[in-house]
Each structure stands twice: as structure tokens, then as C-alpha cells.
């Protein structure tokens, strides 16, 4: 890729450079490249393959797909992801956003609106919020509903609080800095978590893309990834409101040693969801 080009040529050049990287989606990420860097969309391709890109873009677009080429994540690289229809912005300290985690939403969705119908309003706490993707979006889809997001990390709150703003929905949703439920204070009629629960001694092991971009305190599980849902179980009973319910994302494999860690807390499976791919990936429990 040199000098000037038009957009088809740019796009093709970036397809195939991306595609000799071993990018699982060249496509994809050269259309989100293009448009980052140029503002123009696939349709502006499809209507107007001829346009040309300016010197300054085309350089834009070079560095761009360079930067994919190194494995960093394209939705790093255009700074945001969208999750359950939200445009979600992303900094190094929030998790990207998975499609997995839908799943999850999905779950929670049905009880939280059953909730809104009978008692007017359902609380939600989000544990380690990151971006705020999953509060942001169970308070987007249920206009009763009200959500804290908590995370140990404050640079990822700032951009969860930053995303509910730009999103008009700062008013049901509030950050908290908390060590899971160090600082939590009160009763949820739902509580939802995508903890860390990778194995330590397999994230060196993981895509780079992943490994080399992802923060760790949103990948790192501990020994066997199990920590976090320990630490959760355990002290989630007293945040519960009467019929509350409580739903996390898990590992693939990971159902049974969940399920015994909630058990010993007193909490039962009440339902759990597989992901697009068919791996069982979120689990609701109840009192
Ligand atoms: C797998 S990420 C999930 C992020 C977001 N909820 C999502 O689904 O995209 C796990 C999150 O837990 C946070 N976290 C890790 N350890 C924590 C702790 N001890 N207390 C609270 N949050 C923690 C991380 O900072 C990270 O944002």
C-alpha cells in the first residue's frame, strides 16, 4: 500500500494484507479500518468504489491495518465495540466486549422485566463492570430497571460512566469502586457477573490478541479461574432482595465447579444459557 488509492483499492489492499496476517475476519476488520480512518462506510464503497482517499487517510488506513497486523484487536484500534446494539467506548483497562456475554443478557432480560412488571422497578449490581456493557445494556432494553456497575479498576468506571453518559443513561446507572463487594452497600433484586476466569497458567498460552491486549485483571481467574465466583458466592446472599436472582458468565467447562461453589453458598441453578458457539456460558441462580 503506497501513495494515493481509492477506496476499493485501499480496502482490497487492506483485505489482503490483513488475510496474509492471519486475521480470522479480514473483511470485517478492513470495512471497520476503512471507516475509522476515513469515514467512509461499505456502502460509500459499494456506491462510490472510485472515491478517492487522501494522502493523510491513506496513511491513516496504513498505520491502521499495520497495528491489525501486530495483533492488536481491531475494535482496540477504532476504540469501541458494540454490545446488545450499544456503540460501547473502550480504553486499556475495560475488557472488549464480547458476543458471548449476550448470552448472559439474555438470561437476566426475562427476570428483570418480570421484576419491573410486579414491583415497578428492579435493582441491578453489575460486579466488575468494565465497560458497562452489561448494565448499560439491561437498563437499555428495561426502562425500570436501575444498575451499579462496580470494578476495581476507576480507569475502567470512568469509561463505563463516560459510555452510560453518551448513551443517555447516566440517570440509571452509577459506578462504584469496589473489591467485588467490599464497598457494596444494600440489596439487588439481581446480580450479574462476567468475572475473570481464565486459569493463570493459561493465559501465557492464549491468542495474542487476547493475552497481549485484554487487561489482565479482566482475564486472570486464578489457579484453577475459579476465584472470583469463591468470592462471589460467598458473600452474595446478604445483597439479595427477597426473590432475588443471580447470574454469571462462566468458562467453557466450568458449570459443575460453579454451580458447587454457589450450592455451598446456598444458591441454586434456576437456569443457564449456551452462547452462539453451543458452550453453556451463563448460569442463573436463585435463593
Ligand atoms: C471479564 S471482565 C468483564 C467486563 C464486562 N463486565 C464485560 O462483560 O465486558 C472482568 C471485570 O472484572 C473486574 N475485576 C477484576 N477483579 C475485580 C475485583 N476484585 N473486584 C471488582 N472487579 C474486578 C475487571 O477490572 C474487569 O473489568
Redesign the pocket.
Known amino acids: 500500500m503506497t501513495g494515493t488509492a481509492t477506496l476499493q483499492d485501499a480496502y482490497d489492499d487492506a483485505v489482503a494484507h490483513l488475510s496474509r496476517a492471519g486475521s480470522p475476519t479480514p473483511d470485517l476488520d478492513a470495512t471497520l479500518l476503512v471507516e475509522h480512518t476515513t469515514g467512509m462506510t461499505a456502502l460509500d464503497r459499494l456506491t462510490g468504489p472510485e472515491r478517492a482517499l487522501s494522502p493523510r487517510q491513506h496513511q491513516a488506513l496504513r498505520t491502521a491495518v499495520a497495528r491489525r497486523m501486530n495483533h492488536e484487536p481491531v475494535h482496540r484500534i477504532i476504540g469501541w465495540r458494540e ?1 446488545y446494539g450499544l456503540p460501547l467506548s473502550l480504553n486499556g ?6 458476543p458471548d ?1 449476550e448470552a ?1 443478557v439474555d438470561l437476566v432480560i426475562p427476570f428483570v422485566r418480570r421484576r419491573v412488571e410486579a414491583n415497578g422497578k428492579c435493582r441491578v449490581l ?10 448499560l445494556a439491561i437498563v437499555n432494553q428495561v426502562p425500570g430497571a436501575t444498575a451499579i ?5 476507576l480507569d ?1 468506571l470512568d469509561m463505563a460512566r463516560r459510555n452510560a453518559q453518551t448513551l443517555g443513561l447516566s440517570d440509571r446507572f452509577q459506578p462504584l469502586h ?3 463487594f ?1 464497598d457494596v452497600r444494600g440489596r439487588f433484586d439481581l446480580i450479574v ?5 481464565i486459569p493463570t497458567a493459561t493465559i501465557p498460552t492464549l491468542d495474542p490478541d487476547v493475552r497481549d491486549h ?2 489482565l ?3 486472570d481467574g486464578g489457579t484453577d479461574g475459579l476465584n ?1 465466583y469463591g ?1 462471589i458466592a460467598a458473600r452474595a446472599l446478604p445483597h439479595l432482595a427477597e426473590g432475588g436472582r443471580i447470574a454469571v ?1 462462566i468458562g467453557k467447562g466450568q458449570r459443575a465447579a460453579v454451580a458447587g461453589l454457589f450450592a455451598a453458598a446456598g444458591l441454586q441453578v434456576d437456569a443457564s444459557a449456551r452462547d452462539l458457539g453451543g458452550v453453556e456460558r451463563a448460569v442463573l441462580f436463585s435463593a
Not at 456497575?149 to 479498576?153: H, M, Q, W, Y
Open positions: 454490545f483497562h475495560t475488557l472488549v466486549p464480547r456475554t448472559l453489575d460486579l466488575g463492570t468494565g465497560s458497562g456493557a452489561i448494565a456497575g462496580s470494578d476495581i479498576s475502567a469496589s473489591n467485588w467490599s457477573s462476567n468475572p475473570p476466569y485484554d487487561p485483571a479482566a482475564l472470583a468470592t458468565e
